[in-house]
């Protein structure tokens, strides 16, 4: 395998902590992007660890260049978790996401696993997937619903007209009756009864 790693130390480091694992040799190493692109051009490595807070390259073109140029895995070694800078390394074919926090066993497993084709998520990952699921999930479960479209839902729940609904929040009737077909969309409700229950379950009115 071949190791990116801006920081000497942290090399070093996690070089000595590979180097001691059966099965895994750190065939070559640089602090850079492109200068790790020049010797693993020769070197031909089956997988990258490629820190992608390196200087020089963004991460995401690095981790390409390296996957079309010597055909390798790429594992990503960063400070954090972020669920942008995740998404956008596995959009280029990464095969892992480890944290410089847990980069002991949690990347021997990286690498293990990219080496052997497979993919590999460390738990702080793992973790930032579910929850995006999670919020995907109660998105879809509760519509978000704007300001507006909330102050006329409780003006009709309290059984205004369209008309007073305008007076009140000083907008046109054809205005209340958009934001009321928009609502009742997203919402999936047909009457203005099933709109007033939604309200009652939100609280947005006293039952």
């Known amino acids: 395998m071949f ?3 801006a920081h000497r130390l942290v090399r070093d480091a996690l070089r000595e902590v590979l180097n001691k694992e059966r099965g895994i040799e750190v065939v070559g190493e640089a602090s850079n992007a492109s200068e790790a692109l020049q010797e693993a051009r020769s070197l031909r ?32 070694l960063s400070l954090r978790v972020e669920r942008q800078l995740i998404a956008e ?20 497993r990286a690498i293990r696993a990219a080496a052997a084709g497979q993919e590999y998520a460390c738990p702080e990952m793992a973790e930032q ?18 300001q507006r479209e ?9 059984g205004l007209r369209s008309s007073g609904i305008a007076d009140r929040l000083h907008i046109s009737v054809g205005t209340v009756e958009v934001h009321r077909r928009n609502m009742m969309r997203k919402l999936g409700v047909r009457s203005i009864a099933e709109l007033t229950l939604y309200a009652v379950r939100e609280g947005l009115v006293a039952a």
């Open 129 to 146: 997937l579910a929850d995006a699921v999670r919020r995907s999930r109660d998105d879809d479960a509760h519509p978000r619903l704007s």
């Open 3 to 5: 190791l990116v790693e």
């Open 150 to 158: 909330r102050e006329v839902l409780q003006l009709v729940a309290q």
């Open 89 to 108: 390394m596995l959009g280029v074919g990464a095969a892992a996401y480890v944290t410089k926090s847990s980069a002991g066993t949690e990347l021997i």
């Open 45 to 76: 490595p089956a997988v990258v660890v490629l820190d992608i807070g390196a200087p020089d390259l963004r991460a995401i073109d690095a981790a390409g260049r390296f996957a079309s140029a010597v055909d390798a895995r790429i594992v990503a």
